[in-house]
Every structure is written in C-alpha cells, then in structure tokens.
C-alpha cells in the first residue's frame, strides 16, 4: 500500500525547468530517501508535498486521495535551513506550532511533556531559544516536527549540525517513531545514514527522477558480479595471476566473474589452485557508490 | 479561520507582554500628565507680582494708571511729588516699588517710548497690559483733539468678535482648538502608522531571515500568517490607543479638580488681557481642557479609530510585502523607503490642511488613501461635510482590501527567496507570478 503517489510532476521558475515529468510512490510505513545532488530539484519537489508549492502539472495522492491543503495537518516538514523563534520560550513555540497544525492545546501540551520528558529536556521548557546551542534548537526543532503525530514526516538534513551522540539519539527516534507506523521522506547528502535507514529510495538529478525502488533490488541491479575472497599462506603473486582477480582492496582480494559463471565455480577454481580460503562473499555496492556513479553518467548526457 | 485566530493571538500577546510595551502605553500619559503639571504651575507663577511707581512728566496718562491696576498683584501708582528721575532711580526700590515705569514728557502727536525700570523683566502679561491699556488712552485723547466726542471715541476701541458655527451645529466652532486637535490626531496616526507598519515588516523579516518561515507555511496557508500578523500587531496599536485614552481622560481629570484654581485663573487672564502676546503654551493648554466641549469628541474619537484601522492596514500590508522581500536584517531600512514617503509626505499635506482645511489639496488628499488617514484626520475637527468623509472612507476600505490582496501575492513569493539582494523591479514582477 502507498502512502504517497507522486505522478508526472512539472514545475517550471520561470523558464527554469525545476522539476520534469516526476512520478514515483512511497510506501506506507517505509523510509524513504529522497537524493540527489544540490540544486536537483529536491527542496521544489518536498515543497510541493507539503504544499508551500503547486505544480504546474501532475497530481499527488495521498493514502490513495489527491492531496489537498486539509491533509497538511497529517505531514510533519524540519526543512534544512532549521529556524524557530529566537524570543519566544521552548514550551510556547512547541505550542504555538502544534495548535499550527490543528492540535487542540490539551493534546499538545500533553504530546510536548511527553517529548521533552523522552529526550530529558523537560528543564528548557521556560527557556528562550536565545539560551540554547544550536545543537539543542535541533532537537525542539525535531520536537516541534513530531509533535502533531504526522502520517508522514519529512526530514531533510536531520542530522547537519549534530555530535555524533545527538544524531545517534535522533536516529533512534526517527527509527522508533517508524516501527510505530509513521512513513517517513529522509532527504539527505550523508550516504552512510541512507545506507543504514533507508528502505527505498529515489535518486534525482536535473529535475528528473533517474533511479527508484527498494534499496535491495537497487544494489542488486548495481552489483557487478565481484566478489571478494580472504586467503591464508598464500603468496600474493600467485592470486595476482589468478585470471578473475582484478584487484587488492582494504587486504581483499576482489574477483570478477564471468559470463555465465556462477559464484560456486569460480569458489571451486580458486581451491583446485590450491589456495586456502579464510573468506568469501560477494561485494555489494553502496549508496554513495551508486549515487557517484549514476549521478557522473547523468551528467555526461 | 481558526489557524488565523492562533497566529493573531500570538502575534498580539508576545508582543503586549513585553516590558517595552507597557513602559510605552504607561509611560507617555504619565508625561503628558508631568508636561501639563509643569505648564500649569510655570503658568501660575509667571504671573507678575508688581508694585510699580510710575513717573508720569507727560500728565497724559494719569487717569489710565488707576485702570491697569490688577487685584492686589500688580499695583500701579502714580508718583505725586516731582523728583527727579536720576534720584528716584535709585530710591524707589526703598520706597518699597518693584519697579519704576518712567512717562517722558510728549506730545500726542509724537510718542516717546516709555522706559520701564526694574530688577527683573516684566512678565509678558504686565507688558502687553502697560502697552494695550496706554495706547488705548493716547488714541482716545488724539481722537478727542481732532474733535470728536469721547464716547464716540471709545466707541471705535471696540473689537470685532468672531463667533464660528459649523454644520455640525451644536456646538460653537473654535478654530485653535480645532487646528490643534486636527494637529494631534493626524500627528498620532503618522506616528502609528510609521510604527506598526515597520513593526510588520521588521516581523515579517524576522521570520523570514529565521528561516522559522518554512516551518509556518507548511502548517498554514502564506495569506493566513500575513494576514494573521497584520492584525495582530493592529490590535496592538489600538490596544495601546485605547489605554492611552482612558488614561489620557484618567490624567486630564485629575489635574482638572487638583488645579481647578489655576485653571480658572488662567481662564480669567486670557478673556482679560488682549491676544497681543503670542500664542503661549498656556493657551494650548486650556485649548485643551475647553476644546472638549468644543470639538465633537465623538467623530474625531471614531473618525481616528476608523482610519487608524484601515490606514494601517493599507500601509501594513505594503510593509508586510516589502518585509517579505527582505534577505539580510540590513535590507530593512532600504526597502522601507518607498513605504514611508508617502506617510512623510502626507504629514506636509496635513499642514496645509491646517492652515486651509478646504482648499481643494486638502480635499483631495484626504481622499486619496495614500494620504487621507493623516489628512481627513486633521480635517475632522474643523467640521467635514459626512459625504466628503463618507467617500473618504470608501475609498480607504476599498483600496484596503485590494492592497492586502496585492501584499498576498508578493509575500507568498517573497518569503521563498532567501540569499540575493532584491530589487522593487522585481517586487513588482512577483505579483504576475503563479506558485
């Protein structure tokens, strides 16, 4: 079931061709990673799901309904550039921004007591911004984002700005708010975290979507039939003329298969030249690899 | 609607229960209140308290010194023996005089000045009355010598009295009081509009420049927060005008029964002593406290409350638009210029209303919205015909609305761009743009 159906979006600035012909759907309950390089069109295309922006053409369906601006108050948005009111007190502006999006104040304040008492931040509640670190606005900042129990929530750059114990804890939530049901739209430039939260992504570039899917049937469809074996009492010169190898990476020792060959022959070959096998498995590639590679061959068009 | 209501609300309380405001609302009636104590009590003792010898050589005036005379604290008396001045000079203060108010010997024909003599200034009140009363005295006596009776010279003494009724009738029309209430209310209104309007932008600015901006506008509509923020910052100027009211009543009053006396007294010096001073602060000042039953309190009450409102939204929304447009704090002054000229200029315009409150710029630009919050609120006191203000009005309302429509389309754009320095030309394309 698709949370969120994105279909044939355009949208032009101006003669600036921002967004071409985007359609791909999110999952319900999946993370998702939005990516692509900056100036892609991401923030064009996050802005016109949470509505600050209309398309030219195209539709959006949310829970299988065209999105209208009634379904705002069921979408959560912590935009990159972060920013709340710096005068105004952490419990008010958690508030003032939760009745923003149609939370009654009983709700909220029991939802903002809750958050504060999770992150054990209960004792900012009288304090202005002005009397945080940045790395403290973040978290009221993500607060104020989660607070009205969004369907679907949309985080982009979550982790910039964060020690690596704040954004740990932050992954937890997000992670944690996830298995509880909440779909959630991951845009970000640190593939490591992707890698690690995501479930499927969609690569953009130049306003157009040029990858999506599962993360799985994506690195599968990327993976280019390496594998990588560990050897003991073995001379080094002697793997280098295996006719597979291709290179030494991190003490690996990388193979290439052939056309047609299965894993299980060139295992077999590789103990009939009687080396002594410590490992075997095959090499996956990463996001970033994929998102480097797929981005570099878009660009050359 | 109810989103709007939440951001009026904020909007409206964070900024009534800052300190700045109270200060401001409880500050300025309390020095109003000091400034009239301060004019009240320099007023009563400015007032002479004289005792004056006065050496007549010339014998014109002897019977005109008895009448300047004043109560017991301005005394004139006449000196009986003939000494020379050079010796009175100097025996007169021991003699238990004041001052010495020296007559030369003339003839009617031509007047010598007089020489007054004393260890301080006369007040302007002793002077003016030494001069009206011995003048009035010389004219009569050169009348008489050309012959003509002295009844009928007293006759041709008298003033031309000046009664002023306007349209709106019942009460009798005074034109000072009604410059100087046409004076404050359309000085009130510039000053409210300068504030709050830049108040707006600086709001609007603030959230944009936060960055907080992008939070908003994916809970609500750009329109509901501007709209929201125009008339939360709105009611708290009509907050503060209200407080000021009842306080400024509240202060009136009460130095109304304190200072009944020297009110009263102050009254009586000005029906008594000719206007051949120039217009002092005192006359101000019980323009003031009469002007209440002079002016129709009720019309320029609801006349200012009425273009406050739309005025500042009229001017409100152009500062809220260019607010949008605002990519670094430093912007603000820049972009606010094409905004403040036209309130300046009206202030230039509300002068002359002053000084003309129906030649036709008076009329016209308080008819035109850019200037007739400021000017039709001059105009008021001095009585306008209800359609005049009736049109006015209309045509304040109208462009009103179509300039919150006007801000809507720049602001929602507006509020999106961050990092370049932006140009009005480009303000003014964002109105044709689509989102």
């Known amino acids: 079931m698709e949370l969120l159906e994105i279909k044939n979006i355009k949208k032009v600035f101006q003669k600036n061709l921002a967004l071409n012909d985007v359609s791909f759907s999110i999952p319900k309950g999946s993370i998702f990673g939005l990516l692509g390089p900056n100036g892609a069109g991401k923030t064009t295309l996050i802005r016109i799901i949470t509505q600050i922006l209309g398309p030219d053409s195209g539709e959006i369906y949310f829970n299988g309904i065209p999105l209208k601006q009634e379904k705002i108050n069921s979408i959560g948005y912590m935009p990159e550039e972060k920013g709340l009111y710096k005068k105004m007190k952490v419990g008010e502006q958690l508030l003032y921004l939760a009745q923003l999006k149609g939370m009654s104040s009983k709700d909220a304040k029991t939802q903002i007591r809750f958050w504060l008492e999770k992150l054990d931040i209960v004792s900012w509640y009288n304090k202005t911004l002005d009397e945080l670190s940045k790395g403290m606005h973040q978290k009221v900042q993500f607060i104020s984002t989660v607070i009205s129990q969004p369907k679907l929530l949309i985080l982009d750059e979550p982790f910039s700005g964060l020690d690596p114990i704040n954004a740990n804890l932050l992954k937890q939530e997000i992670l944690e708010l996830n298995q509880k049901g909440t779909t959630i739209i991951f845009s970000t430039h640190r593939m490591g975290d992707v890698d690690e939260l995501c479930d499927d992504i969609a690569l953009i570039n130049k306003g157009q979507i040029i990858l999506s899917g599962t993360v799985k049937d994506i690195k599968n469809q990327f993976k280019e039939n390496i594998f990588k074996a560990d050897f003991t009492g073995v001379e080094e010169s002697e793997i280098h003329k295996h006719s597979h190898f291709i290179r030494k990476e991190d003490n690996h020792f990388l193979f290439k298969l052939a056309e047609g060959q299965s894993p299980n022959e060139l295992l077999k070959g590789l103990i009939s030249n009687g080396f002594e096998i410590n490992g075997f498995s095959e090499v996956i590639p990463t996001i970033n690899d994929i998102f480097i590679s797929q981005i570099s061959k878009n660009n050359q068009i | 609607m109810k989103k709007i209501w939440i951001i009026i609300k904020r909007e409206y309380l964070s900024r009534i229960v800052k300190k700045s405001f109270l200060f401001t609302t409880l500050l300025v009636p309390l020095l109003m209140g000091a400034a009239m104590f301060i004019m009240i009590k320099v007023g009563s003792t400015t007032k002479d308290h004289l005792k004056v010898l006065v050496v007549d050589e010339s014998q014109l005036f002897i019977e005109s010194i008895d009448k300047m005379n004043n109560g017991e604290d301005l005394v004139f008396k006449p000196m009986i023996e003939s000494i020379p001045l050079d010796s009175i000079k100097k025996t007169y203060e021991s003699l238990g005089y004041d001052a010495l108010l020296y007559i030369p010997n003339m003839d009617i024909e031509n007047p010598i000045p007089l020489t007054y003599y004393g260890e301080n200034q006369p007040g302007l009140v002793t002077k003016s009355l030494i001069i009206d009363e011995l003048s009035t005295t010389l004219k009569i006596k050169k009348l008489k010598a050309k012959g003509l009776d002295e009844s009928f010279a ?6 031309i009295q000046l009664n002023i009724e306007t349209i709106e009738g019942t009460k009798k029309g005074n034109t000072e009081v009604a410059a100087i209430f046409g004076y404050i209310s359309g000085l009130l209104i510039y000053v409210y509009l300068l504030f709050f309007g830049s108040m707006v932008m600086r709001g609007v600015a603030e959230e944009k420049t936060n960055r907080i901006i992008e939070v908003i506008i994916s809970s609500v509509r750009p329109f509901q927060l501007m709209v929201g923020k125009i008339v939360g910052i709105g009611l708290v100027g009509l907050t503060q005008f209200l407080l000021w009211l009842v306080l400024g009543i509240g202060v009136n009053f009460l130095i109304a029964t304190l200072f009944k006396e020297n009110l009263a007294e102050m009254q009586q010096m000005q029906s008594g002593v000719s206007q051949a001073a120039d217009p002092s602060s005192r006359d101000i000042l019980l323009g003031l406290f009469n002007g209440f039953g002079e002016v129709n309190l009720f019309r320029i009450i609801t006349g200012f409350i009425f273009y406050f409102v739309f005025g500042y939204i009229f001017y409100g929304a152009q500062f809220a638009a260019l607010g949008s447009a605002v990519t670094d704090e430093g912007d603000t002054q820049s972009l606010s210029f094409p905004v403040t000229i036209p309130i300046i200029v009206s202030i230039f315009l509300m002068a002359s209303t002053l000084a003309q409150p129906n ?34 009005m209309v045509i304040l309302v109208l462009s009103s609305v179509f300039m919150i429509w006007l801000a809507g389309r720049i602001y929602r754009i507006g509020i999106l761009i961050q990092g370049k320095k932006i140009s009005l030309k480009e303000i003014f394309k964002w109105m044709f743009y689509h989102v």
């Open chain 2, 154 to 159: 007293k006759d041709i003494e008298k003033d």
């Open chain 2, 359 to 392: 030649s036709s710029l008076a009329i016209w630009s308080s008819m035109i919205p850019f200037s007739s919050p400021i000017v039709m609120m001059a105009r008021i006191p001095f009585g306008v015909p209800i359609g005049q203000q009736i049109a006015s």
